[in-house]
């Protein structure tokens, strides 16, 4: 089980191991907001398994690491699936995967940015090769567009019920909504 931890402004930020989230609570860094499940017991101590944890100090993280392309959040993004075939991963056949593949090639002047990248299998990814879709006849099933940062820091995590209350209360129905249906 991991733990939910929010800014000193409520603002979800990560989720981190319990076994973090105590020892943040232990050094005074953080406070328990939610619990689950049984105590965790030491030595000397006996603390609730903490479920949310809020940081005592607000900690300042620049959107532009919000942003950046990962394939983790690239194919999050795209649902797992190949935006030229429309294969998902799971019907990949032995020996094929999902890569990232650029509108515009790299060779030819493309760039890393959401608009240019979208998720292709080996195969199509391939085929394209340094082609532009146009030339290659290959077009995507859909227009790769830069995502709203919440969805891509929690589209990749789990959530229990406890935790999804707060992505509710700090970023509104909607992106929950989103959220579930990835």
Known sequence: MRCLALNASFEPLTMVPVRRALRLVIDGKAEIVESEGAVVRSERLALPRPAVIRLVKFVHVPRRF???????????????????????????RHRECLTRDHLVPLSRGGTNAWTNVLTACSTCNTRKGN????????????????????????????LTRTQTKYIRLFYGANVLHTLESL
């Open 131 to 158: 082609l532009l879709p146009e030339e290659a006849g290959m077009h995507p099933v859909r227009v790769p567009h830069e995502p709203h940062f919440v969805h891509l820091a929690w589209a990749v995590r789990k």
């Open 66 to 92: 919000r942003r950046q392309v990962t394939n983790t959040f690239l194919f999050a993004r795209d649902n797992y699936r190949c935006q030229f075939c429309g294969r998902t991963q799971h019907e990949l």
